[in-house]
């Protein structure tokens, strides 16, 4: 309410985090933190904020249980979305196999994505998240770290090890180029 009052907009918002690991597993955990996302992207709409940027993994430990438990709760909080106007992008964050399995299977004008070059460069670093997803780009958060630390240096730190010229290239390509960057 402040941001509106003193005209600020709000291009997007992070949704909360915690225990993203149980979304995968059977389970009242798994349900419960669903039900939370869904909340969040309703809390979301009501303040006319249009996308909501969500983690599907975190921390150093794999999930337990299946890629499909995870996708048929995914599908609910992006049904979700679709009903409430907004988009739910999906941040790159510590498994990608689990980022791939969403945006692979679930097809919505309200999923989007959302590119973390630290995450990428931190977490998996093999991995090529802007070619694969640049066309469904609608948030990104551009920091830098030493390869092992989600640290979140400014883009280009002396201690940074981001490729930013690979990366910038590639985010010329996406269709958010020059709209709003966010540095993290």
């Not at 430990?61 to 009903?83: D, I, N, S």
């Not at 309200?110 to 998996?124: K, M, Q, V, W």
């Amino acid at each position: 309410h402040l941001a509106q009052k003193y005209g600020l907009p709000v291009e997007n918002v992070h949704l909360s985090g915690k225990g993203m690991n149980a979304v995968w597993a059977d389970g009242e955990a798994g349900e419960a933190v669903i039900a939370r996302l869904v909340d969040e992207l309703r809390d979301m709409a009501s303040l006319g904020i249009k996308k909501g940027i969500s983690h599907v993994t975190w921390g150093h430990g794999l999930p337990e249980g299946t890629l499909e438990c995870g996708l048929a709760r995914y599908k609910k909080a992006v049904e979700a979305a679709e009903k409430f106007g907004v988009i739910l992008a999906l941040e790159n964050s510590v498994y990608a196999q689990h980022v791939h399995y969403l945006l692979n299977n679930i097809s919505s004008p309200s999923l989007g994505f959302c590119y973390d070059s630290g995450h990428e460069n931190a977490f998996t670093p093999t991995e090529d998240y802007l070619s694969y997803y640049g066309d469904i780009l609608v948030a990104m958060h551009l920091h830098d770290n030493d390869g092992v630390n989600d640290s979140h240096l400014l883009p280009l730190h002396k201690n940074g090890t981001v490729n930013w010229a690979e990366k910038v290239s590639k985010l010329k390509k996406t269709k958010l180029f020059g709209d709003i960057i966010t540095l993290e």
